[in-house]
């Protein structure tokens, strides 16, 4: 009976109906969890509702979803605010709703912070809350409703919130169970292909290596091994699959291990049941050769008909890996493997009773003969039993009598044939294999055993007797395998899908001996099929497109199963494409790995193909979808490795040099020899002209393209630029029109470009254009690397560009600080009186003593400046004592020598001018240590210093001053020579003298 409260509310029984269907929606878990806080809010017209789930689903989905009124809000917040609201505890365990009134609200300490959080400046009316259930009692979660529009929450509320709650629980749950089942499904469907793949094999090392196979899709491994347990206790390795050479060098096949050796073991047989180690490093006894370099440890009984085969050993590098699902497939898996090696053993034994039965009855026959040979060696059928006739159709009588059963050999093994006869007549048994042809044109194959009967001199063969086998079957058979062995080893032996197709096709040619053969390719980003390689009567058909479904091809293609016909040439499946010539009879087989199609094998001749053919075609074509498969992966690894090797490549150029050319250069190389195209260009953008202009190239043949440029939205390039998107010429949609080109390129015969917009930082630095001249055809992953390349190109624009404008800015900074420095000097010499350009002849004169000596050029640049500064000091002395006509007194002199200090005081905390303090510091120290500020001696005082006290006492020397007049040149030269090794350098000194010497001075 219906709630009379709920059937009086029409607006929210609409609003649990509409949470209803819900049930029958197939949204994703986070959308409903969503729509069911929106239907709540509403229904209560309440501020906000959130769903939170406190129960492990198995399903990525958040923890709490909000739906406000007020859009805008911190949802997170106010999510995590919910969460921790402290009652998640009380509503999980209880049976019916919980609420709190507004005055109960209000004094709940946590609830102030999430009123904050909802921005209210009003009381919030009450808080609903309602649990969430599975079917068996489980808590799934809760519904929150917070903040009625008018009034505090009623008992109506909590009968309705109960209701939405109820639908709600049967969501999430339908959503788990769904998705439960969905896991069910594919592991089931794993097993299945996994039971399919194991039946089919016979041969034991195949069967394990399956099992290992699909053991390794169910359960991530790093090593797993079968052990077969053989008498007495003894387990035998016979097949090991691992990712580290140390386990399988551990556990190589063959090797055995006592049973009593490990007790764990000895258990698993004993017992018949699954052992999990979760770490083997914590069994000190564990015997290594059944796992020790890894940690986590599973093992499988093998059993069939209550005994235990053996067991297989899975192994993990991390502890307590595997879990009870692992262990659960893994057990089922196992199971299934049992019986499959069970059959694997039975057929072992049997083939080799069957061995040992081909030895006993090597000389039994189809059918038994006697000739009589007379004396010209001439053959008469004595008797011949009644197989001979059913295999050949002939008569014993129509047997040539010259040549026996070498009449009826076919002509290319007819040298065969007789020289068997002439073994026979030497006197020699012989044994020998050839074709014959019957009377109804068939090829047999005979294996054919005979022996002589001399006659008693022992000098002429007189009768022969033999048996001949009919071996056709056993040859068929031999040839098949032979050529499906050749199969697998060309494909080995091929180092990518072009090598791998006419290696797939000639085998397949020569295997069902028909009369054409073509491989078709499906790419998935692409709804149609490539006919990648004919060979035969249909070579003609390489490079044929079909739409997908169409004909033969996409029939087989998307249904993944085999057609043939014998009948062909009227078959109405044929599309206009698979233009089969004059050949009857078709077979088209799916190319399918790893339950993939990506193409089908169509084989043709004007014969019929059998269905053993088809089903050898169908072998061929699961050898080829694999190997293929395996080449395009080791294709795409190659090619990504390239791809990073190259982006490496470009790194390395754009931090190792900051010259544009250079960069972009190496950038282009990359461009054209990754992605396989001709040409390749970059056009830089100027914002002034709203033009590109070409900056580098490769791949042209004209040398003119640096002297044009285009506007954006011209061409291809400008509208690339313009509309900040890759665009493509011609368009998928235009290839039959026409390729218009640029002028400047209508000689290059270019059929196709991509255009890559250089964006960094919002900022268009300009295009990066690839040319071919041939129709391109690029998939997503080479567009996408083209986009990689182009972000590299703008980073690589974009440094260089920052680099130059902070060259440009660094270049005004220091001729701004060297005019600044050349004021100064030029201001105290003013202020000090001295001789006008004294303090630049210094300057000069030590640069060029300096470069003399061996300085560089970055060492000049602070001796200069140094220089030009060298009595910056001064302006720390009084006018009285600086500007004084006479001698100075000792007190006087002593304030004066503390210029060179206070040149240090100033320069000192100037950055760029620390360098240069050496002179301006130490200009007035002396060679034997007394000059002043700090009296240093000898090479103690800085070397530009040294150097600078000879050019500044020269200049001096040479100039009048308001103390006296200027010396002779003679005298000057004589004052130098005399201060060597007292105030000057000697080796300074020498170096003048050398340079300033023989000048007229």
């Not at 919030?124 to 259930?133: E, K, N, S």
Request: aromatic content about 6%; glycine content about 6%; overall charge negative.
């Amino acid at each position: 009976m219906d709630d009379p409260i709920i059937s009086s509310d029409s607006p929210r029984l609409e609003a649990l109906a509409a949470a209803s269907q819900m049930l029958e929606a197939s949204l994703p878990l986070e959308d409903m969890l969503r729509s069911t806080a929106e239907q709540a809010r509403t229904m209560f017209s309440a501020r906000l509702a959130a769903v939170s789930l406190v129960y492990d689903l198995g399903i990525e989905a958040p923890t709490t979803v909000v739906a406000l009124a007020e859009k805008g809000s911190n949802e997170r917040a106010l999510a995590r605010g919910l969460e921790n609201f402290g009652m998640s505890v009380q509503i999980c365990h209880a049976e019916r709703p919980l609420h709190y009134s507004t005055a109960e609200l209000e004094n709940h300490p946590a609830w102030r912070g999430l009123t904050e959080r909802l921005g209210a400046t009003q009381p919030v009316h009450g808080w609903l809350a309602a649990p969430l259930h599975r079917g068996d009692g489980q808590c799934l979660g809760y519904i929150q409703v917070v903040g009625k529009e008018s009034a505090d929450f009623d008992g109506a509320d909590s009968v309705m919130l109960a209701q939405l709650a109820r639908v709600a629980s049967l969501v999430i749950e339908n959503q788990r169970l769904n998705h439960a089942e969905q896991q069910a499904r594919q592991a089931a469907e794993t097993l299945r292909v996994a039971s399919l793949a194991l039946t089919q094999e016979l041969n034991l090392d195949d069967v394990l290596d399956t099992l290992l196979d699909y053991l390794s899709w169910i359960v991530p491994y790093d090593c797993a091994s079968v052990l077969l347990l053989e008498p007495p206790d003894c387990l035998t390795v016979r097949a090991v699959r691992s990712y580290d050479s140390r386990s399988v060098a551990a556990r190589q096949p063959g090797n055995a291990s006592d049973l009593q050796e490990n007790p764990v073991v000895r258990e698993l047989i004993q017992t018949h049941k699954v052992v999990h180690v979760p770490d083997i490093q914590s069994q000190p006894e564990w015997d290594r050769r059944f796992g020790g370099e890894n940690r986590s440890w599973l093992g499988l009984p093998l059993v069939t008909d209550d005994r235990v085969m053996g067991l297989c050993a899975l192994e993990k590098s991390e502890p307590g890996f595997f879990t009870e699902v692992h262990q659960r497939l893994a057990e089922a898996l196992a199971a299934q493997a049992a019986i499959a090696i069970e059959n694997a053993s039975l057929f072992e034994r049997l083939s080799a009773s069957e061995e040992r039965y081909r030895a006993a009855a090597e000389l039994t026959s189809d059918f038994a003969y006697a000739f009589r040979v007379d004396s010209e060696d001439r053959f008469t059928c004595e008797w011949v039993t009644d197989a001979f006739t059913r295999i050949t159709g002939f008569a014993c009588g129509e047997v040539d009598t010259q040549a026996g059963w070498s009449s009826l050999a076919h002509p290319n093994d007819a040298a065969v044939a007789r020289q068997h006869l002439q073994t026979l007549l030497s006197g020699k048994p012989c044994a020998s294999e050839y074709r014959i042809v019957t009377r109804s044109a068939e090829i047999r194959w005979l294996q054919d055993y005979s022996r002589p009967v001399l006659e008693a001199n022992q000098r002429r063969v007189t009768r022969i007797f033999g048996a001949a086998q009919d071996i056709t079957e056993r040859k068929q058979k031999q040839r098949e395998l032979e050529a499906v062995a050749g199969l697998a080893s060309a494909l080995r032996t091929a180092l990518n899908r072009s090598e791998m197709t006419p290696v797939i096709l000639d085998q397949a040619l020569a295997l069902v001996a028909a009369d054409g053969a073509a491989l078709a390719r499906h790419d998935p980003a692409s709804p149609e099929t490539l006919i990648e390689l004919g060979r035969g009567e249909w070579a003609g058909w390489a490079g044929v497109r079909q739409g997908a479904g169409d004909g033969i091809t996409g029939r087989v293609v998307m249904s993944g199963q085999a057609y043939s016909s014998n009948h062909a040439l009227g078959d109405p499946m044929r599309s206009r494409a698979e233009a089969i010539g004059d050949l009857q009879a078709i077979a088209c087989v799916p190319l399918i790995a790893h339950e993939e199609t990506i193409g089908a094998l169509w084989l043709g001749r004007k014969t019929e193909i059998s269905e053993p053919e088809i089903a050898l075609t169908a072998a061929i074509a699961d050898i080829a979808a694999n190997a293929l498969r395996r080449a395009a992966l080791h294709e795409q690894t190659e090619r990504r490795l390239q791809h990073i090797s190259a982006l490496r490549a470009i790194d390395r150029a754009i931090t190792a040099s900051l010259d544009l050319e250079v960069t972009l250069n190496v950038l282009l190389d990359q461009v054209t020899s990754q992605l396989e195209v001709h040409a390749a260009e970059i056009l830089l953008y100027d914002a002034a002209t709203q033009s590109l202009r070409f900056q580098a190239g490769r791949g042209f043949r004209s040398t003119d393209l640096a002297r044009f440029q285009i506007r954006l939205g011209e061409s291809y390039g400008g509208r690339a630029a313009l509309e900040r998107r890759v665009v493509r010429a011609p368009s998928q949609n235009e290839t039959e029109l026409a390729f218009p080109m640029a002028p400047w390129l209508s000689g290059e015969g270019f059929a196709a470009c991509v255009c890559v917009p250089l964006v960094t930082k919002g900022q268009l630095k300009g295009v990066l254009d690839v040319f071919h001249r041939s129709p391109l055809d690029p998939d997503h992953e080479w567009l996408g690397f083209l986009e990689t390349l182009a972000g590299q190109a703008a980073i690589a624009i974009e440094n260089a560009q920052l680099f130059d404008g902070l060259q440009r800015t660094n270049l005004k900074l220091t001729q701004a600080y060297d005019a600044t420095i050349e004021g100064w000097s030029r201001a105290l010499e003013l202020r000090d009186k001295e001789t006008e350009g004294h303090s630049q002849r210094v300057t000069e004169m030590t640069l060029e003593l300096a470069r003399t000596m061996g300085m560089s050029e970055t060492e000049l640049v602070h001796v200069r400046r140094g220089a030009l500064l060298h009595d910056i000091g001064k302006m720390g002395i009084p006018d009285a004592i600086l500007l004084r006509p006479g001698p100075l007194t000792e007190p006087e002199w002593q304030i004066m020598r503390l210029h060179p200090k206070y040149a240090y005081d100033m320069l000192s905390p100037i950055g760029y001018l620390r360098p240069a303090l050496d002179i301006p510091y130490c200009h007035h120290e002396k060679w034997d240590g007394s000059g002043y500020p700090r009296g240093l001696k000898g090479e103690q005082i800085p070397l530009a210093a040294r150097i600078f006290a000879i050019a500044d006492v020269w200049d001096a020397l040479l100039s009048d001053r308001p103390y006296g007049q200027a010396w002779t040149h003679v005298k000057a030269l004589a004052h130098v020579r005399e201060q060597s090794g007292k105030y000057f350098d000697p080796k300074v000194v020498e170096t003048f003298l050398r340079v300033f010497e023989a000048r007229d001075l």
